[in-house]
């Protein structure tokens, strides 16, 4: 992981690239999935030792047999971000860039740096060992029988997807500035300031003048440290589709009185807005009109959804059978939607944003990249099993598969869910949203994959068989 941060990051900064907010959240899948190709090689390994192979045998099998799940995995990720780069626009450009860096890294890091170190040990005739007492028979030997429960989540998951497309189409979202537009300010301060305080002080100031204005209906704020520790940007959208000099000098009087606290010396109104003759103040201001808002929210959709269509069409071809591309697609759809409905069922409630933005943006495309990687693993060794049973019945080789891959589905899932919750409590409040959504989509991703993409799959494909049956 170290060695796939370094090379991430030195490839980012020899392309200039500037690290935005949909950026980390596709570093932070980038990581999850370098991980879980890590638990794969480490849980096949155990495998090929469960079944009497030597040690360095065992590890020889082991990443052969990873092989393709890795590669699967991060081909369909891979297509996902370039789509998203070619049809994106703004963050989701951003998102897609980080993303395809890391995935090219973390498979080099992921297969060839592990290798190196295990092989070194090996050869040394040093000791090494992929489990201790209590993890050595996790999930081991279980015998779920996931296939008959199928029932029971269809109709829960249909429960969840009708509350929360009910809650978008009635309730709606919070828009924030990128998908409404606004006005936008670089405020350099004479000393160093927490982007926490000034958030509080420019929200209150700017909630107040909207509930005393009917014609307002409330405003989205972003505030974010814009280079040194002594300049913000602050971004909002109160009165966004008003474009005169009167709304202008408006919210400029507004920030000033937000942050003229902040100052060691205040540089009073004018010299706050004008920094010819003082160097502390509005640095530079920007509009982001509501035509160029409503394209970046256009292109979201779009990049979403050719998405979507390009991981149907590399699963349907790669697995010779287009019900696994709508296995893995109505999954992520499902996993989508719940997200989105959580996102509109509870603004407003949860003490933290969740305004529909470009944080927003980052953390669907980051769930749908995480969840797809759940979905081929599982659906890879479903199609080694039917390789090499192909006389039993398809709903032992599924079960089986998914029994099989119960270890590696939590271990990653659990490694990931643990970085997510640390960055929700420590990580501050403008990516709290972003974690929280990706706390979800975890848990979400992982019971979709098991419950409702692989169940899809087998009805489908069952109910073809038996209509070619009836033909025949």
Known sequence: LLTNVLLLFGTLTSFGAVLTLPGIAGLVLTLGMA????????????????????????????????????????????????????FGSGPVKGFATTLIIGIITSVLSSIFITRLIIDDRVSKGKSISFTNKLTKNFLQNTHVNFISKRKITYILSGCLILISILSISIKGFTYGVDFTGGRSFVVKFDQPVQVEEIRASVEAVFDEAAAADESVKGSSLEVKQFGSDNQMKITTSYKYNIETSEVDDEVE???????????????????????????????????????????IKRDAIISVILALIAIFAYIAIRFKNWTWGLGGVVSLAHTAIIVIGFFSLFTGILPFSLDVDSTFIAAILTIIGYAINDNVVIFDRIREYRTNHPKAELKDNVNVALNSTLSRTMNTSLTTLVTMLAIAIFGGEVVRGLAVALILGIIIGTYASIFIGTPVMYDVTMALEKRKARKE
Not at 44 to 49: N, P, S, V, Y
Not at 269 to 288: A, C, E, H
């Open 35 to 86: 991980v879980d190709a890590n638990v794969i090689i480490y849980e096949r390994i155990k495998e090929e030792l469960r079944d009497g192979k030597g040690l360095s045998k065992a590890i020889a099998d082991g990443y052969r047999n990873a092989y393709s799940a890795i590669i699967d995995g991060q081909l369909t990720t891979i297509i996902t971000g370039l789509v998203l780069f070619f």
């Open 253 to 295: 009087a507004m920030l000033y009185k937000a942050v003229a606290g902040f100052f060691a010396q205040d540089p009073g109104f004018d010299g706050f807005r004008s920094t010819l003759d003082n160097p502390y103040g509005i640095i530079s201001s920007d509009k982001v009109g509501a035509t160029i808002a409503n394209d």
